[in-house]
């Protein structure tokens, strides 16, 4: 046994709020189950102290498994964290450009020239996810009309610069929609916004939908933090017990299999998740969703994550670049469908 086989005590687990299998593996109790017959203990990083729910966003904790945005992962993995991409799902959520109620933008051409709010940067740049959504979702956005971000007025609004995942934390306040207080103000014209609690703002406050990003054919002009989301672990537990690994995924595409047959019970898991009510979760996720949460390594997905890589670097979110396929480990999503596929997960 080496050194790193008995320092793995712990299979820890991060996310974020919104739809996913292990997710839903995890509220279901699938993953403490796996964990307990494995002979580890299951840690959640939100509900974990200040000093490793950090890691959410470094990864730098032997054990973890993450899924999560893409920003904070491809930026861990470009400042030298030791992971390994197992994973992408993809998941649309309801991506648009929100303008005041009695705006004159009313499409993608309008942008030009527009006040646009585009969250500062937070202490880092793993952390730094709401300006980087917002950057590429204005930019597909001016790319409909044949623009570029040089067309607008980008104007800074403020952002926390130490966002927290803790539980205790975010079940005091809801997810935050930067610049939506800009907006009513007047002093930006048109902001980025996804997800439920977003539609829940808009809805709340009487805004208008400029551009729906969702309506694109091209899944490339939908890439963002959240398509794809990627699903990464930490090196060293791939490593040491890639056992605990290909269970984690196991479960997850045992959950995915689940929730296709299960629409309501898996939007009521979104509403804790997402701290939304049912008509945001349901405008922002649609009925279909739930069929197709399964997490993939297929050509289209890692393609579609290089592009979002490739913005990140030019944007300045990347300390370097990095071989995005050398980051791809294969195996374990591999011999956990085969153990789907057998029926030996349960």
Not at 142 to 168: F, N
Not at 207 to 215: C, G, I, P, Q, S
Not at 319 to 332: C, G, K, N, R
């Amino acid at each position: 046994m080496t050194a790193i086989d008995t320092a793995v005590d712990t299979l820890w687990y991060t996310r974020c709020p919104v739809p996913t299998a292990s997710g839903l593996a995890l509220s279901l109790g699938w993953l403490g189950e796996a964990a307990t017959a494995a002979g580890v203990n299951l840690g959640v990083l939100q509900d974990a102290g200040e000093d490793l729910a950090g890691r959410h966003f470094d990864h730098h904790l032997l054990g973890l498994v993450r899924e999560g945005g893409n920003v904070p992962a491809i930026a861990a993995r470009a400042d030298g964290s030791p992971t390994r991409l197992i994973g992408l799902t993809w998941i649309d959520e309801a991506q648009a450009i929100l303008v005041a109620p009695d705006s004159p933008i009313a499409g993608p051409a309008d942008l030009a020239g527009a006040r646009i709010a585009i969250p500062a940067w937070a202490q880092d740049q793993a952390r730094s996810f709401p300006r980087a959504m917002a950057l590429h979702g204005f930019a597909h956005a001016l790319r409909l009309a044949g623009l570029t971000l040089a067309d607008t007025r980008p104007v800074e609004v403020a952002v926390e610069r130490d966002p927290q995942v803790r539980t205790e934390i975010q079940s005091r306040r809801r997810v935050p929609t930067w610049g939506v207080e800009e907006l009513l103000r007047g002093t930006v014209d048109a902001v980025y916004v996804k997800g439920a609690r977003a539609q829940e703002v808009a809805r709340e406050n009487g805004l208008r939908v400029a551009v729906d990003l969702d309506a694109t054919d091209a899944k490339r002009l939908r890439v963002n933090n959240g398509t794809p989301r990627p699903i990464t672990v930490h090196a060293d537990l791939l490593e040491a017990r890639p056992d605990l690994v290909v269970g984690f995924l196991a479960q997850t595409l045992r959950a995915a299999d689940w929730a296709a047959g299960n629409l309501d019970r898996v939007r009521e898991v979104l509403q804790r998740e997402t701290l939304s009510g049912p008509d945001g979760v349901a405008a922002a996720y649609g009925d279909g969703f739930h069929r197709d949460l399964h997490p993939t390594l297929s050509d289209e997905r890692v393609e579609l994550l290089d592009i979002q890589k490739r913005f990140l670097y030019t944007h300045g979110f990347l300390a370097a670049d990095f071989d995005l396929d050398a980051w791809v480990a294969p195996e374990p999503l591999r011999q956990a469908r085969a153990l789907v596929a057998a029926g030996k997960v349960a």
